[in-house]
C-alpha cells in the first residue's frame, strides 16, 4: 500500500507540472496523466523552435539528443 501510495503522489505531482488550466487538471486519470506527459516530453525532448519566431521546429542532434538520453 506504502508503494502504490507513493505512486499516486508522483502522478499527482505530475499532474500539477502538466501545462493545462487549473480546471483541467483534477479531472484527468492517472492514463491521461501518464500519456500527456509521455507527449510533452517527446514534444520538448525531440523538437526545439527554430532560429526565428514562427521558423519551423526542427530537430535535436548530436550531443543534445546524447545528453537527453544519457540523462533519461
Not at 523538437?47 to 533519461?72: F, K, N, Q, Y
Amino acid at each position: 500500500k506504502a508503494r502504490r501510495d507513493q505512486i499516486n503522489a508522483e502522478i499527482r505531482a505530475l499532474r500539477d507540472l502538466l501545462p493545462l488550466p487549473e480546471g483541467d487538471r483534477p479531472r484527468l486519470s492517472y492514463l491521461h496523466v501518464m500519456a500527456l506527459a509521455c507527449i510533452y516530453t517527446r514534444k520538448g525532448a525531440c523538437l526545439r523552435p527554430g532560429p526565428t519566431r514562427g521558423a519551423p521546429m526542427e530537430l535535436l542532434g548530436g550531443p543534445e539528443l546524447a545528453d537527453l538520453v544519457a540523462s533519461l
